[in-house]
Each structure stands twice: as C-alpha cells, then as structure tokens.
C-alpha cells in the first residue's frame, strides 16, 4: 500500500454531497489530496427512515476501491448515528459522534496531525468537537441557491470567523464573503486536461448527428437558460444541438425539454461516466454553457468551463462573472440575437483555428487539477508549519492521482 507524501497529516472531510451522486468538485479535489494526505470522507448521514439503503451506499464505495488512491477511505456512518431534523441538540450530538469515528479512522492510519475540512456551514458544530490542529471551509456554491445571492448568513458567517483558512472556487465568491477572515484563498475548479486532450473516437450515440453540433456537457438543470435555446434551436434547424447529462429539471423549464426533445435538430444523449464524458467536446464544433444570469449563477465557476477548453473547440457562454474574466478565449453572448451571431462567428474558420485552439489548451493546463489541488496541499502545509512546507516543494511538478473509474 502506496503512502501518502505526508502520512502523518489526516483531513477528515464533510462534505454535503452523497458520494453516489455525479462526480462534482468535493470528488474531485479529496481524491486527489489523498496524493498528499490521509483522506477520510464523512459520508453525510442517513435519516432514520434511510437505514434500508446503508448497504447501498457502502457497496458504491467498495465497487470503486481499485480506482482510488490507498490513502483515501470512505466512512459511511452506522445505523445507530442518523441525522434527525430535532430535538437541535440530539442533532448536534450525532453529528459529533460521527466526527470523533472519523477522527479515530485517520489515528488508526498513524495521523497526529488531523485537519478538518467543510463543505457546508450546516456543519458548524463539528468545529466543537476539537482534536484538529487545523480547520477549513471550502465554498464550492451559493448554498442559497437563490437567484438573489442574499447576504452572507448568520451561521456561515460564524463559519468563515471560526475556520482557520477558507477555499473559495469564485471571484464572486471571494467577493461577498471575504474580509470576515484573513486567510481566504481563490481555487477555482480545475480539469483532467490529460484525459479531455487526449484524442478518441466518436462515441456511438454522437456519430449519425449531423453537423455543426452545439454541444453541452453536464446536468441539464434550472439555471440554463431553456427558452433561449429553444429559441436558438428553432432559429438555426441547421445546426445540431446536443445535450450530454442527465436531468434534473421541473416546471417551465421541465416542459421547455420536453417540447425540444421532439425536435429534429435536437438530441438528449443522457449521463455519461467521467471519462466517457470527456469525449463529447472534442466532437462538437462549439461548446456552450447558457446559464440564466442572475445572483445566483454569478457565483458559480462552471466545472466544464476548462473541459471545453481543454477540448480546444470554440466556446461561447452567458456573461456571469466566472466566465468574464475568460473572454480572451471564449465568446460570451447575452439574448437571442447575440447568441446567434456568436455561435455563428464560432463555427467560422478563424475560431477554429489551430492557434486558437491552441491557446485554448493554455488556459486549461494551467487550471489541471494537479496544479489546484497542489495548491491546496500547500496551503496547509504552510498553515500546519514550515516543516510540512519544505516536505511539499519537490513534488509540485507531480501529477496527482486519476479517479478515472468513477461514474458521473
């Protein structure tokens, strides 16, 4: 069994998403810190009336063992430690008798040196139960999800003052929620550029579609803005649009898909694991991401945002605030008109030319993960103390570990 580079540092992980769920950034980056540091990650506990799907859950995790690094484990809590909705304090007892199991997970593995690591402010009483030399928050969403992006909430407020660093994954965010503690550090989110440059063949599904293909990867949810591309596909029966992901949508916008998917020229191709994923852009002949812009969206960074760029096809996306700062390198429309123009301009020869291309794949390299997730390990190191720093250096030029495995 392969060590990690610094084995007697241990980071036990809350992360608010189950680990069956498609693989988002907490998948991403604890896999990969595990290159650097024992991981444990708390699986978010079941409610009682949930006991029936334990096995479940437990036997995604061993399913996937052969993919993970040694140093990452999963910890599914017991039968006997459920998440209730009240009385407040049995909650907060629960959630602390499944720390201190966590805790002993990574002592057992030879950890002295035990950091915690949070997802969600809802997590606030683990910072009580001590043991940890070191505490962090890592705000990967508006956990509002509200299109007004209201303030910063009383709980997450006394987050960010308890912690002693805070990761954020967007301007936006760093933005509203910095200042309340001086040690808040910009990762963005990152890309395999290995696996998303690599050339392969057409998928099967995606080969009789005509082109041009406008392409999109990922969930297809809410806040893509549905009657836009209706409209666009509707304009242009021409071009082929083509959505890769699976759906989770309701309402207006649930009968917008609904309604599209009976159109000619469009194609809901489903979910698709991570690496199978990977193939779909270097197949469009424009990638797209076409959020609604609103409180909400301006605080996100799009996962597939250095995806597409690490395909090298052109890539035209709505104007919120992540995507701004990368308008040397994609196209950014606002309404019907000016999506049009600009996905017509894309699939004209200059943008698809190889130095475009080219200066594309720049971009994404910069943002691999092993880049990001370095940049993390170094940050605590440096918070844990020099004499973790100096251990970290030789290894920046490392690549970190491929979860190549695992489905979306």
């Known amino acids: 069994m392969r060590s990690p580079l610094i084995p007697e540092v241990g980071v036990l992980a809350l992360p608010y998403h189950h680990w069956g769920t498609r693989w988002m950034t907490p998948h991403h980056v604890l896999t990969r810190l595990a290159k ?49 909705y009240r009385p407040a304090w049995l909650r907060r007892s629960l959630l602390r008798a499944r720390v201190e199991r966590g805790w ?99 998928p099967s599904d995606i080969a009789p579609i005509r082109r041009p293909r406008i392409g999109y990867t990922g969930n297809l949810k809410r806040q893509l803005d549905w009657s836009l591309l209706r409209d666009l596909a509707r304009r242009h029966p021409e071009w082929s649009f083509v959505f890769v992901g699976p759906r989770s949508l309701a309402g207006e916008a649930e009968a917008i898909v609904d309604e599209m998917s009976r159109y000619a020229n469009v194609h809901l191709l ?57 308008d040397h390198v994609i196209a950014l429309a606002s309404d019907l008109d000016q999506w049009s123009s600009a996905l017509g301009a894309a699939l004209a020869l200059p943008s698809t030319s190889a130095a475009a291309a080219n200066e594309r794949q720049a971009v994404a390299r910069q943002h691999d993960w092993a880049e990001l997730i370095h940049r993390i390990a170094a940050t605590i190191c440096e918070r844990l103390g020099p004499g973790f720093t100096e251990r970290l250096q030789p290894t920046k030029t490392d690549r970190a570990p491929q979860a190549r495995q695992i489905p979306a």
């Open 270 to 326: 489903g979910p698709k694991t991570v690496v199978d994923l990977a193939a779909y852009p270097q197949h469009f002949d424009v990638c797209i991401m076409p959020y609604v812009v609103n409180g909400y969206t301006n605080n996100i960074y799009p996962l597939k945002l250095h995806e597409y760029l690490a395909s090298g096809k052109p890539v035209v996306g709505s104007p919120i605030r992540s995507l701004v700062d990368f």
């Open 104 to 202: 002993r997970r990574l002592e057992a593995t030879g950890c002295r040196n035990l950091v915690l690591h949070l997802w969600h402010p809802q997590f606030e009483p683990a910072l009580d139960v001590g043991r940890h030399r070191l505490s962090i928050y890592h705000i990967d969403d508006e956990y509002s999800f509200s299109a007004d992006a209201p303030s910063v909430g009383a709980q997450e407020a006394r987050v960010l003052r308890k912690v002693d660093q805070v990761f954020a994954i967007s301007p936006a965010l760093m933005e509203r929620k910095g200042g309340i503690n001086p040690h808040m550090t910009f990762v963005p989110e990152g890309v395999d550029s290995r696996l998303y440059m690599t050339p392969v063949p057409e």
């Open 36 to 84: 650097y540091f024992h991981v444990v990650w708390l699986e978010p506990a079941h409610y009682w009336r949930e006991v029936g799907s334990l096995g479940e859950r437990r036997r995604a995790g061993h399913e996937l063992a052969a993919s993970l690094p040694a140093a990452f484990q999963r910890y599914v809590p017991e039968a006997w430690l459920p998440d209730v």
